[in-house]
């Protein structure tokens, strides 16, 4: 099925065929690293080769032979890739060649075949096909989307996502439409009847929550619940122990039409409740509870205002008004705070993380992630979410939609390069629109305050570039219309943003070759190379909106406001000159620019009293690049770190230059702590020393650095977690320096959009536009898990030899550490940029491999570590382990991990196992070692002398054995003992 219409193909031969298709197409994948290095590097030296023919020179021999080498290369690589392109093509025609039909069909929400009649669902429709031919036997209309078949007792039932059911059927009369009957007053009147509505009154103004969910302890006959439904918005959920008494309040509730709808009820005691943590806005009980059930419950209030309100055994009513997580903080810039460090404070987030609840937001409202919006923001339990001229907030902790507003405007992108017009504190929410900022009220969205930008005597058109906010004060700046991204940026790629041709950009660049820091510099410069026809056809696209002079990354002046009232307190003008957006931050009780002269392109640091905009001192760094197209500038205890390619740190006292970076990391760094994390390496902040840590093979000092697989994007952090694109979500333990570990399914966007605050991992939808196959476009929040590790892929850079302490997990989805911090690398290694690469040039018997169970599931006794055992390697005979690159001699212990849960009896799986040719273990029968197929087996070889390399062999006892009789091998853990 495909939008629009419907194929029927030989299963056998179609499904090979595509899966020819499919594994051509990956091989081609595999490749694309190899040519996109080749073409970057040819690129770079015919751009080279461009220019110095325009000076009138030439490219030197030696990088002539070095362009030819790289042709010739990309030659053999492109015939390779060209094969595999004809592989797929082969394979996608032939698969045709079994398509027994396709016909046209509106239909494409849902499918089933019955005997030999297909049934599609789609809009307001169910269509009935002939399995052989394709041909239309009948159609019948629905109520909404159609998606959910059904078929029995040669009845077509059909389910919409209007809430309809459908039936349809051969002949018979006519349609009947069944609506369920609901009884206002579902239980009788009487005294107990009013002390429910009395008490449904009471909790309603004594705690004032109406919308959100509601838990109900000991339900009974679920009166309470119906009494609190009737009165408010709330989502109620009962439980009770009394199956009888559970049995009574869903029939009375499914009466009043509330049962599945607003209304759930379970059978569990209090301390037994299968509910999220955090999920409910409201925690009462319709009886009295016993002393010390409220701690029993407290996982699920919700934090942040979450009420909990409970009749006690004594009679009385014990309330509790939940506040902030110990330990959590806020996200309340784009960069976490006003100081740009790109990294909470929150300490209760911890590695690893499982799901929370995921939900609305989807993409529909969301910005392209391309266009790299703005972050999503936190504080006060709520999780922000500037949109597509849309702002909506959402409690953090339960998904439930707690405002939104439609503002034309406040669609902001490309905040990679400018910055966020967004902030939020407790009670405000700001907004910068235009040439106004709009306060809301953080609680409902209600609009508090619109303030426009300080009065300008100049005259020019200018719109809010920065805000930020510390204290009580407001931090914006003023952008002139035409600045910025589109002034400083090559000519050729500034051009190209505006979609005109290539050739004109292309001639611009030859004549200038140059940047352009005013708009009428750009247009003498186009009216050189364009005739009066091109300039009459391109005019708009150039300096009309949205041409190339649309929004900027550059101000000229800073001001401040009072953060609640919006009345001006100071002004600051950059002496003829300019300020990147991301060279704006705010903290210590003072504002830090690092503004730009117009003239001479110097880099001046610029500290400003934050009360009084008094400038405190000025200094012009040495070292920082001039001329440049963008810039970072970051406030964390009395440092400053400003990004200009290479990093240089000030004290923020005084503007003292401590220290400078030889190089640059990928995208936004972080500052945690007193470490810059400027990726994939780590400096010390005070010192610039770079941060080390202990190879988990060869025990040696190496660099620390972390992984992350193909992905765009940022990274962002909390005190104790990185988070990054890694294909899908990926997260990095901060904390325990341990490896990356994926969350699979759904992506991030391509800056930031995932974030750590609140106690929480926050992650709005981030894939708008995407067509990668991600399967879930939802919003996803993860919270801390009770396990203490996971499967992640561990990153270090060095060699792997010498070895000191080598343990390799085979068939393992990732790598892990046990419960003493030592570490087992996964085996076969995931495909990585940076270590730790092992290849044990492994033999395995034809027909064989690799093999896992899942390790949380699968009963393994006699070890600490069960996970290990979960998977390995069936037919292995042979493999080889690198030890020392040099070749010197040790000595090892060596242990090999076994266990077979498949064995049926003894003598079945029996082979010798040899450790540098010589036999260690002879006709080791496996189940007979282990005496419980479930008995996890570690056998102990110590003193085993190697030279290099250690061999290790599994000889089966007979020849090209099954997988039910070939040896089985799960872990190999190495020693060196001398």
């Not at 979410?385 to 959402?394: E, G, H, P, W």
């Not at 395995?844 to 699968?858: D, P, V, W």
Request: with cysteine.
């Amino acid at each position: 099925m495909s939008p629009g219409s419907i194929t029927a193909a030989n299963r056998k031969g179609y499904t090979e065929k595509n899966r020819e298709a499919t594994e051509a197409y990956e091989k081609i994948r595999a490749m694309w690293r190899t040519g996109y290095t080749l073409s970057r590097k040819i690129s770079a030296l015919e751009a080279k080769q461009a220019r110095l023919k325009r000076e009138g020179k030439d490219l030197d021999e030696k990088t002539l032979a070095e362009l030819a080498k790289l042709r010739a290369e990309y030659d053999v690589f492109s015939k390779k890739r060209k094969v595999h392109y004809d592989e797929r093509t082969k394979a996608t025609q032939e698969a045709r060649a079994y398509t027994k039909w396709t016909t046209k069909c509106s239909a494409s929400h849902s499918m089933i075949l019955a005997g030999n009649v297909l049934f599609a669902g789609g809009d307001g429709e169910v269509i009935a096909l002939d399995a052989d031919t394709g041909r239309e036997i009948w159609t019948g209309k629905v109520t909404g989307k159609a998606l959910g078949l059904a078929f029995s007792g040669g009845r077509l039932f059909v389910s919409t996502d209007k809430g309809t059911i459908h039936c349809f059927g051969k002949g018979g009369p006519a349609a009947k439409q069944i609506k369920q009957a609901i009884a206002p007053a579902p239980y009788p009147n009487g005294n107990q009847a009013s002390t429910c509505a009395a008490a449904a009154e009471g909790i309603i103004k004594a705690t004032g929550v109406k919308r959100g969910y509601c838990l109900v302890l000991n339900c009974g006959a679920g009166r309470l619940m119906h009494e609190l439904a009737k009165r408010t918005d709330l989502r109620v959920y009962g439980i009770d122990p009394d199956p009888k008494k559970v049995a009574a309040a869903r029939r009375a509730l499914d009466a009043a039409g509330l049962y599945g709808v607003r209304a759930t009820v379970d059978r569990a005691s209090i301390g037994d409740i299968p509910y999220a943590n955090y999920f409910a806005n409201l925690i009462v009980s319709d009886g009295p509870v016993a002393p010390g059930d409220e701690k029993k419950v407290l996982r699920m209030l919700k934090p942040c205002g979450g009420v909990l309100l409970l009749k006690t055994a004594d009679g009385k009513m014990m309330m509790m008004v939940r506040g902030p997580l110990k330990g959590a903080a806020d996200w309340t810039h784009q960069y976490a705070d006003a100081g740009n460090t790109n990294c909470s404070e929150d300490k209760r987030l911890e590695c690893p993380l499982t799901p929370l609840w995921f939900g609305e937001p989807g993409p529909a409202k969301m910005i392209n992630r391309h266009a790299h919006g703005p972050a999503p923001l936190y504080t006060g339990g709520r999780m922000f979410i500037c949109a597509n001229n849309v702002v909506m907030a959402y409690d953090a902790y339960n998904g439930l939609p707690l405002w939104e507003r439609n503002l034309p405007g406040s669609r902001r992108v490309l905040v990679s390069q400018d910055q966020s017009n967004f902030a939020a504190a407790q009670d405000s929410v700001y907004v910068a629109i235009g040439d106004h900022c709009l306060r809301l009220n953080a609680a409902t969205g209600e609009t508090l305050g619109n303030w426009p930008l300080p009065a300008d005597p100049d005259g020019i058109e200018r719109q809010w570039g920065v805000l930020a906010y510390d204290g009580d004060l407001l931090f914006g700046s003023a952008s002139p219309r035409f600045t910025g991204r589109r002034m400083t940026e090559d000519p050729r790629r500034a051009l190209a943003r505006a979609k005109v041709p290539y050739g004109i950009s292309e001639r611009l660049e030859a004549l200038h070759g140059r940047r352009f820091t005013t708009e009428e510099e750009l247009r003498r410069a186009v009216a050189e190379i364009l005739t009066d026809a091109e300039m009459k056809k391109y005019e708009r696209q150039l300096f009309g909106k949205p041409g190339i002079q649309h929004g900027g990354i550059l101000s000229d002046y800073v001001f401040c406001l009072d953060r609640k009232t919006g009345q001006h307190k100071w002004t600051y003008r950059v002496p003829n000159g300019y300020v990147f957006h991301n060279a704006i931050a705010v903290g210590g009780g003072r504002v830090f620019i690092a503004e730009t002269d117009g003239e001479t392109k110097q880099v001046r640091v610029v500290a400003l009293d934050a009360q009084t905009g008094r400038k405190l001192w000025q200094v012009v760094p040495k070292g920082v690049a001039q001329g440049v197209s963008s810039m970072m500038l970051v406030y964390k205890n009395d440092i400053l770190v400003l990004q200009v390619g290479r990093m240089t740190v000030l004290s923020a006292k005084d503007g003292t230059v401590l220290w400078r970076s030889k190089g640059r990391g990928r995208g936004r760094l972080v500052v945690n702590g007193d470490t810059i994390i400027a990726e994939p390496l780590a400096y010390d902040l005070r010192t610039g020393r770079q941060v080390t840590r202990v190879h988990p093979v060869t025990g040696l000092d190496v660099p620390w650095q972390f992984y992350r697989a193909y992905g765009c994007g940022s990274i962002s952090s909390s005190g104790n977690c990185l988070f990054f694109r890694s294909a899908s979500i990926g997260y990095y333990d901060v904390k325990n320096d341990f490896g990356t570990t994926g969350f699979g399914g759904t992506r991030p966007g391509c800056w930031i959009n995932v974030i750590g605050a609140g106690g929480l991992m926050l992650a709005p939808e981030g894939s708008a536009g995407c067509s990668c196959s991600y399967s879930t476009k939802t919003t996803l929040v993860l919270q801390p898990a009770k396990k203490t590790r996971a499967w992640s892929v561990f990153s270090s850079p060095g060699a792997m030899t010498p070895v000191k302490r080598l343990a390799i997990n085979f068939g393992a989805p990732g790598d892990r550490e046990d419960a003493e911090g030592n570490l087992w690398l996964g085996y076969p290694r995931p495909c990585q940029r940076f270590g730790l690469r092992l290849d044990l040039k492994e033999q395995i018997i034809s027909g064989l491999g690799y093999f896992r169970r899942n390790a949380n599931t699968t009963k393994i006794a006699g070890t600490s570590r069960p996970w290990v055992f979960a998977s390995g390697c069936c037919g292995l005979s042979r493999c080889t382990i690198p030890l020392d690159a040099d070749g010197k001699a040790g000595i090892y212990t060596v242990r090999l991990a076994f266990v077979d849960l498949s064995a049926k009896e003894v003598g079945q799986r029996v082979f010798d196992v040899k450790l540098q040719g010589e036999t260690v273990l002879k006709d080791f029968d496996m189940l007979k070692e282990m005496g419980e197929r479930t008995l996890a087996l570690t056998k102990e070889f110590r003193g085993v002398k190697a030279k290099g390399t250690l061999v290790i062999e599994l000889v089966p006892k007979i020849e090209n054995p099954s997988k039910s009789r070939a040896p089985i091998l799960n872990g190999i853990e190495i020693l060196r003992t001398k």
